[in-house]
């Protein structure tokens, strides 16, 4: 499983890191604290029933606790829902997200696979809609999508819903990058109308703490989160996981301040690099979707600046690369470094 993710500083000299999608701001203080705080609690059990995180949440989205399920991080939950429900045949767009087709290996699902087209700049179109035959049991689904930072076009995910309820098949909404997406197109203010949707969101991405993994599953289908919740390890939450996550809930405003960040410094890198006839496809999230001739990824992480190579994204190619959106100075850091890799 080597290189199937970003992030990878473990193995490379990195200074500036590119290829993971998280919130450009710092941590607050007293989310941070909230860590130090939960040391105190390691010769406890934590909560088994994660009372005061779920309680925030359903605050957070309007919704009920028992709509709630916790995992360690957006990954757990994904492979919960493989486990749980055992489909034989799963549908997902591609180019995609890897841990996708880890949860389809993991129990034998068959993925079938619709390829976006480049040319309508990789948006989801009525074909996907089609595609879901009577003998789809699952469709996965990204809103917005990763690594093409696109979100989708409400009536034809509307179509998408309509027809998984209609031929009683199961939709899972990543909803992972949402919260930092210029829009918010979020489906859990409507999720009890659709007792065969569920969405997964993450702290991760949101709040920048990919070390910590959090992340949780709604869905207006209490008996859905009743079956997945049986395979998932009991005390799957930790002390940490939990305190933090309280602690961001009181920050959701920290989010408004990422999402200004993130759209004018989009749009400064989209511009910087449309500079060099680097192809730039239009994006709704934190990221940016890339291609280009260069060997950037090589010549780059020369300089000690990690992006992700997307080649090998099921769906694309050599020369596709994705980029996260930082502060300004890092931009400018990552522009100077590309402009020096093309220009010698």
Same mark, same amino acid.
């Given at each position: 499983?080597n290189n199937?993710?970003?992030?990878?500083?473990?193995r490379n000299?990195i200074?500036?890191?590119?290829?993971?999608?998280?919130n450009?701001?710092?941590?607050? #203080?007293?989310?941070?604290?909230?860590?130090y705080?939960a040391?105190?609690?390691? *010769?406890?059990?934590?909560d088994?029933?994660?009372?005061?995180?779920?309680?925030?949440?359903?605050?957070?989205?309007d919704?009920?606790m028992?709509n709630i399920?916790?995992?360690?991080?957006?990954?757990?939950a994904?492979l919960?829902?493989?486990?749980t429900f055992? /489909?034989?045949?799963?549908?997902?767009?591609i180019?995609?997200?890897? *841990?996708?087709?880890?949860?389809?290996c993991?129990?034998?699902?068959?993925?079938i696979?619709?390829?976006?087209?480049?040319?309508?700049?990789?948006?989801?179109?009525?074909?996907?809609?089609?595609?879901?035959?009577?003998?789809?049991d699952l469709?996965?689904?990204?809103? /917005?999508?990763?690594p093409? *930072?696109?979100?989708?076009?409400?009536n034809?995910?509307?179509?998408v819903i309509?027809? $998984?309820?209609?031929?009683n098949?199961?939709?899972?909404l990543?909803? $992972?990058?949402? #919260?930092?997406?210029?829009?918010?197109?979020?489906?859990?203010?409507?999720?009890?109308?659709?007792d065969?949707?569920l969405v997964l969101?993450?702290f991760?991405?949101?709040?920048?703490? /990919?070390?910590?993994?959090?992340g949780?599953?709604?869905s207006?289908?209490?008996?859905?989160?009743?079956?997945?919740?049986?395979?998932?390890?009991?005390w799957?939450i930790s002390?940490?996981?939990?305190?933090?996550?309280?602690q $961001?809930?009181?920050?959701?405003?920290?989010?408004?301040?990422?999402?200004?960040?993130? *759209?004018? #410094?989009?749009?400064?890198?989209?511009?910087?690099?449309?500079k060099?006839?680097?192809?730039?496809?239009?994006?709704?999230?934190?990221?940016?979707?890339?291609?280009?001739?260069?060997?950037?990824?090589e010549r780059?992480?020369?300089?000690?600046i990690?992006?992700?190579d997307c080649?090998?994204?099921?769906?694309?190619s050599?020369g596709?690369?994705?980029?996260?959106v930082?502060?300004?100075?890092?931009?400018?850091?990552?522009?100077?470094?590309?402009? #020096? $890799?093309?220009?010698?």
């Amino acid at each position: 499983m080597n290189n199937i993710h970003g992030g990878d500083i473990y193995r490379n000299s990195i200074k500036l890191d590119f290829s993971v999608n998280i919130n450009p701001l710092l941590l607050p #203080e007293n989310i941070k604290k909230s860590l130090y705080d939960a040391i105190g609690r390691c *010769g406890q059990y934590p909560d088994y029933n994660h009372e005061i995180l779920k309680k925030g949440l359903a605050i957070v989205h309007d919704i009920f606790m028992d709509n709630i399920l916790l995992s360690n991080g957006a990954s757990e939950a994904l492979l919960a829902v493989f486990h749980t429900f055992m /489909p034989k045949k799963a549908l997902i767009a591609i180019p995609s997200f890897y *841990g996708y087709q880890h949860g389809a290996c993991a129990v034998g699902t068959e993925l079938i696979y619709y390829q976006l087209s480049e040319d309508n700049d990789f948006q989801l179109d009525e074909g996907f809609v089609d595609s879901i035959t009577d003998d789809i049991d699952l469709v996965i689904l990204a809103n /917005p999508a990763n690594p093409t *930072g696109k979100l989708i076009n409400d009536n034809i995910l509307q179509k998408v819903i309509d027809r $998984c309820q209609s031929q009683n098949t199961l939709l899972l909404l990543d909803e $992972c990058f949402m #919260e930092l997406a210029d829009s918010n197109h979020t489906l859990i203010g409507r999720m009890e109308k659709y007792d065969r949707l569920l969405v997964l969101r993450a702290f991760t991405k949101s709040f920048a703490l /990919p070390g910590l993994r959090l992340g949780y599953l709604v869905s207006g289908n209490t008996s859905l989160i009743e079956k997945i919740e049986k395979h998932l390890p009991e005390w799957n939450i930790s002390v940490f996981s939990e305190n933090a996550g309280i602690q $961001c809930l009181k920050y959701m405003s920290f989010l408004d301040g990422a999402r200004r960040l993130i *759209g004018k #410094e989009k749009q400064y890198l989209i511009e910087e690099l449309e500079k060099y006839k680097i192809k730039v496809f239009s994006s709704d999230a934190n990221f940016i979707l890339l291609k280009t001739d260069y060997p950037l990824y090589e010549r780059l992480l020369e300089t000690e600046i990690l992006i992700r190579d997307c080649s090998n994204y099921k769906g694309l190619s050599k020369g596709y690369y994705r980029i996260a959106v930082k502060g300004h100075d890092d931009n400018m850091k990552l522009i100077k470094a590309i402009g #020096e $890799c093309i220009d010698n």
